[in-house]
């Protein structure tokens, strides 16, 4: 009989290089200085170029190297969503963090609904010989704020790490010359940190997963408590 491995880590699917960083880039480097397997799988990268500003910032957030998908949009269709769930089989992570339904990027919209998805099918008995069944599924923010945030983790101490990792997506910040990303990502913080009773937090949303019936590893439970 085989052993199915038990989940663990983070995983962080993203649709563009510096959505990991802007949106939970403190909680990754966090939960990796903490010792914890910490993943980025970011979905696009146009231009080819930005992949080198998401592989420098993952290096100053102390998670592994991301990997990346070369397409240039992101749909909601069946084979990215495979290619999705495949990785979350493969990387068996405890938590994973995406983006929040109601962003006003399209992109990170469509990222929602494709991360939703795969973390279902990742789940299913009926799909793999070795599910994995993710705990925890959390949407973050990147510009569009959550009005009523589920979680707020403090990353006081690892706040200078995620701002060496903005400053290391130089193309992003070059956008906007009144340093918009760098006063918006500190300012949101101190926000979250306010609500949190911590000098810097970020915030995220929880969503709930459907874990109990024919196609999960756990048909029912015997009891709540
Ligand atoms: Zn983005």
């Known amino acids: 009989m085989r052993t199915i491995t ?9 649709s563009h290089p510096d959505d990991e960083t802007f949106g ?13 397997s910490v993943d980025v799988l970011c979905l696009s990268c146009d231009p080819l170029e930005r992949r080198s500003e998401i592989v420098g910032a ?5 998670v592994h190297e991301p990997m990346v998908f070369e397409d240039t949009s992101i749909e909601y269709a069946p084979g990215l969503i495979r290619r999705v769930s495949d990785t979350i089989v ?12 109601f962003d006003y990027h399209r992109e990170h919209r469509a990222a929602y609904e494709v991360v ?3 973390v279902e099918w990742a789940a299913h008995t009926t799909t793999y010989a070795e599910p994995c069944v993710v705990e925890r599924l959390l949407l973050m923010e990147v510009n569009t704020l959550i009005p ?6 403090d990353v006081s101490s690892v706040m200078d790490r995620k701002r060496r990792a903005i400053r290391r ?14 006063e918006f ?4 913080a101190q926000l979250r940190g306010a609500q949190g009773g911590c000098a810097y937090a970020e915030a995220f949303l929880e969503e709930q997963l459907p874990r109990s019936g024919p196609f999960y590893p756990v048909k029912s439970v015997s009891s709540l408590l």
């Open 58 to 62: 993952a290096e100053e957030l102390g």
């Open 148 to 153: 009523i945030p589920h979680v707020l983790v």
């Open 169 to 182: 997506h130089v193309s992003q910040l070059a956008k906007f010359r009144w340093g918009y990303y760098e």
């Open 6 to 14: 038990m989940p663990r880590g983070i995983l962080a699917v993203v």
């Open 90 to 101: 493969d990387l068996r992570p405890k938590v994973v963090v995406t983006h929040a339904p």
């Open 116 to 118: 939703k998805e795969a």
């Open 185 to 188: 990502n500190e300012k949101k």
């Open 24 to 36: 939970c880039g403190g909680t990754l480097a966090l939960h990796a200085s903490g010792g914890a």
